[in-house]
């Protein structure tokens, strides 16, 4: 986790872009800048990026995962049970 202070009236696009400035990995996230992220405001999803963020807002960055990826997953974890 990491705490970020934005100027007064910055947006969740705002934070996006920042998050996505210098080089191709975020340093400290663990994603790279070319991955999509689904970002979440105090546990919701954001449906407009230009909403405004407020002092105390919590805002979850989270890759999205394709859905062949995600298949891919699932037949990783059944190979991992069907081992036993």
Same mark, same amino acid.
């Given at each position: 986790?990491?705490?970020?202070?934005?100027?007064? $009236?910055?947006?969740?696009? $705002?934070?996006?872009?920042?998050?996505?400035?210098?080089?191709?990995?975020?340093?400290?996230?663990?994603?790279?800048?070319?991955?999509?992220?689904?970002?979440?405001? +105090? +546990?919701?999803?954001?449906?407009?990026? +230009?909403?405004?963020?407020?002092?105390?807002?919590?805002?979850?960055?989270?890759?999205?995962?394709?859905?062949?990826?995600?298949?891919?997953?699932?037949?990783?974890?059944?190979?991992?049970? $069907?081992? $036993?």
């Amino acid at each position: 986790m990491a705490i970020q202070e934005l100027p007064t $009236d910055s947006t969740v696009m $705002d934070l996006l872009e920042r998050v996505g400035r210098g080089s191709a990995r975020c340093h400290g996230y663990g994603f790279t800048a070319k991955e999509e992220l689904r970002p979440r405001l +105090n +546990n919701q999803p954001v449906d407009d990026p +230009n909403r405004k963020l407020r002092m105390g807002d919590l805002v979850e960055l989270t890759p999205a995962i394709s859905d062949r990826s995600l298949m891919e997953y699932r037949e990783e974890i059944q190979r991992m049970y $069907d081992q $036993d």
